[in-house]
């Protein structure tokens, strides 16, 4: 895999919305738990990304207590793409090979092995061997739950839908998602898993507004409940994120933020205060 279509979100602070310091990331940016409130500004893509070397330079700390990255599938090539699977273990391959479409099973390579690279620097570990595992699983305790490091200090979450793919690092218990925007049956349909006021916001709006409004609702509940580390095991209607311009954080222990990425799609973030 190539850099190309790798960007990468600090959180530096300005006013209430957290802005891209340039292309050389601030190692001091303020930390998000100090800021208001506000969307994250738009992922840079093409910036310089991970390069997968054969041993990594590091261990490296992290940038600040959330480092965010955005990558394209569609900017991979043939080649990028070998590379990629060959960073994936045992059991990250035969779930790739278990998509049907080309597309998904291309989606889930650049995710896991764009994971890889950027905590192989982290680490000081090559991308390959790092000490991934499972978690229980929240609902039935299996050894099929959401991926963590076996070593403690960082924490990651990771999303892929359609063309995209989002990364979070931190140095606490953190959650992405990306999706791409709901259809009017899906936005129909799913009303049951939004909290009441949610369910009220949505009526209030023109109905040409409500599938944006659904979709960053539901990001922000993906976000969050990947940051608790239950996933969709907890009901998403206990929790009121709202379906306005700004989240609105279900806890005081946590930060949630949208995160803006290219037309077609929204995301969010979820932060647990340290």
């Known amino acids: 895999m190539s850099a190309k279509g790798i960007g990468l979100l600090t959180t530096a602070q300005s006013g209430d919305v957290l802005t891209v310091p340039g ?21 840079l893509l093409d910036l310089p990304g991970p390069q997968y070397p054969p041993y990594p330079v590091g ?24 590379r990629a699977q060959e960073l994936l273990d045992a059991q990250e391959r035969a779930r790739a090979r278990a998509f049907r479409r080309p597309r998904d099973r291309d989606a889930y390579v650049i995710a896991h092995a764009t994971l890889r690279a950027l905590l192989s620097p982290l680490l ?5 061997e790092l000490p991934l595992t499972r978690e229980p699983c929240a609902g039935c305790g299996g050894p099929h739950g959401r991926p963590a490091l076996r070593t403690s200090g960082v924490h990651f979450s990771l999303s892929h839908s359609g063309d995209l793919v989002l990364v979070a690092l931190a140095g606490a218990p953190v959650g992405v998602d990306v999706e791409g925007v709901a259809t009017v049956e899906a936005v129909r349909s799913a009303q049951c898993a939004l909290h009441a006021a949610e369910v009220a916001e949505l009526a209030r709006l023109p109905a040409h507004e409500r599938q944006a409004a659904f979709t960053r609702t539901w990001v922000r509940k993906e976000a969050y409940l990947k940051g608790l580390g239950t996933g969709l095991v907890r009901d998403p209607a206990l929790d009121h994120v709202g379906t306005g311009p700004r989240p609105v954080s279900p806890s005081p222990d946590w930060n949630l933020r949208d995160v803006l990425v290219p037309a077609g799609y929204a995301a969010a973030v979820a932060l647990r205060r340290e």
């Not at 000081?124 to 390959?128: K, L, S, T």
């Open 23 to 43: 292309t050389s990331p601030e190692p001091n940016g303020s930390p998000l738990s100090a800021a208001p409130p506000g969307p994250l500004c738009p992922a």
């Open 59 to 82: 261990p490296r700390p992290l940038r600040g207590p959330l480092e965010l990255y955005l990558t394209e599938v569609g900017s991979q090539d043939d080649r990028s793409l070998l």
């Open 124 to 128: 000081g570990v090559p991308a390959d």
